[in-house]
């Protein structure tokens, strides 16, 4: 069969590799998953217990999403995220994963260039090369918080360059990206041109003083931005595959020019799970935040005592943190991985899976139980 040179040169995922030989033992700890370990709340299971009972979820819906999802969809946009929307500026799509893919199809030509603050969520990267774009990495700034080094990105943009693409809450490093640093990057995407996909995954989980701001916000950026959010973090939601994204009206009909070959409109019965979500209690996100905000305290605190090893920067938001291995044993994250795998049967996952700047660090979870946290750091100060 012929493979595409496209899809050829994608190499094979560290993270679902890690997670097949992590499969070959018992009892590992793991930390490498960046999935909710609860349940979906009982209140979204109901009310798609009931649309299904009565047949509403077995037809397709419009390839934009249900209209009363989408109205809810606006209410929260203008309610969290300050961006004034109008039902016919969303797309309901198959988790942030297919709307970003749809952003990066419509907006990129092959041979174009993307900009890609790094260390960043590794199918970001995939999903340029799958487009035949070119990933151009530029590093974050990880002796200042892993901020975004702004006149580096002003470096990197050349005539090709047509988008820059980051998650905020980050995933690897939880770092929150600032209002004012993100108001000195529209500055500059507006004066090249540049459009701005985002991912919003963890827009819910920040700690301490940070908050979340949406670069959509800026009134001069409505029509430069398309910004991509999901119901899988902030409602424990992974296997149900819904999303959405929002961007200006004339735009979005050429992102539904993308998302109809790729799934023809989301499945039926997640909408109806998140026109439930939407419209239900928001408690649950705030008690999964408060859970995650312990377990990043209790991380931190037994990454403390493991100083010699690693050195991290205390993570503002998301639930995952970035610690860079010290010495000799950080030149190659990927060994390092599988040596803690076979030796200690703690599951983490190699930063080199995050771009070259993350090589030298491992991503670690805390969305799992304080339970899980301590097993495996206790197996990791017996065997480092
Ligand atoms: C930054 C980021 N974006 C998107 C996703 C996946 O989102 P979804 O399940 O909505 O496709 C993940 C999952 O880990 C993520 O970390």
Redesign the pocket.
């Known amino acids: 069969m012929n493979i595409s040179t496209r899809v050829k040169q994608l190499k094979k995922s560290a993270i679902h590799e890690m997670t097949r030989l992590s499969k070959q033992f018992d009892d590992v700890a793991f930390l490498s998953w960046?999935?909710p370990v609860s349940e979906t709340p009982a209140h979204i299971n109901e009310a798609v217990i009931s649309a299904i009972k009565n047949n509403l979820t077995g037809g397709y819906s419009q390839s934009e999403g249900l209209v009363e999802l989408r109205e809810e969809i606006v209410k929260k946009l203008q309610r969290d995220n300050n961006i004034k929307a109008d039902i016919s500026e969303i797309l309901v799509?198959?988790?942030?994963?297919?709307?970003?893919m749809a952003s990066v199809m419509s907006v990129i030509d092959p041979g174009d260039e993307v900009i890609l603050p790094t260390p960043?969520?590794s199918?970001?990267i995939t999903q340029v090369k799958l487009a035949s774009g070119i990933p151009v990495m530029v590093p974050l700034q990880e002796n200042d918080n892993y901020s975004l080094d702004i006149e580096a990105i002003k470096k990197a943009i050349t005539p090709k360059t047509k988008a820059i693409m980051f998650?905020t809450?980050?995933?690897?490093t939880g770092t929150v990206f600032p209002e004012n640093k993100l108001r000195e990057l529209a500055e500059v995407t507006l004066e090249h041109n540049l459009t701005v996909i985002t991912?919003e995954?963890?827009e819910y989980f920040t700690y301490d003083d940070q908050k979340h701001f949406s670069i959509a916000s800026i009134p001069e950026m409505k029509d430069k931005v398309i910004t991509?959010?999901?119901?899988?973090?902030s409602y424990a939601?992974?296997g149900w595959?819904?999303?959405y994204l929002h961007c200006n009206k004339e735009n979005i009909q050429h992102i539904k020019k993308a998302h109809i070959p790729l799934t023809i409109c989301a499945p039926v019965a997640s909408q109806y799970a998140a026109i439930a979500a939407l419209k239900g209690s928001q408690q649950c996100i705030e008690k999964f935040r408060m859970s995650y905000f312990k377990s990043r305290n209790l991380m931190c605190e037994r990454l403390d005592r493991l100083s010699s090893v690693f050195e991290y920067v205390k993570p503002d938001g998301?639930y995952?943190m970035f610690p860079k291995i010290l010495g000799k044993q950080g030149k190659d994250s990927f060994e390092f991985s599988k040596r803690l795998l076979y030796e200690a049967k703690v599951s983490t996952t190699p930063g080199v899976a995050f771009g070259p700047t993350g090589e030298g660090h491992i991503r670690l979870s805390f969305c799992v139980p304080e339970e899980m946290i301590n097993k495996a750091f206790d197996r990791m100060e017996k065997y480092l």
């Open positions: 960046a999935k799509t198959v988790g942030a994963i297919e709307g970003l960043t969520y199918t970001h998650c809450p980050s995933n690897p991912d995954a963890y991509n959010y999901t119901l899988t973090k939601m992974t595959r819904i999303g998301a995952l």
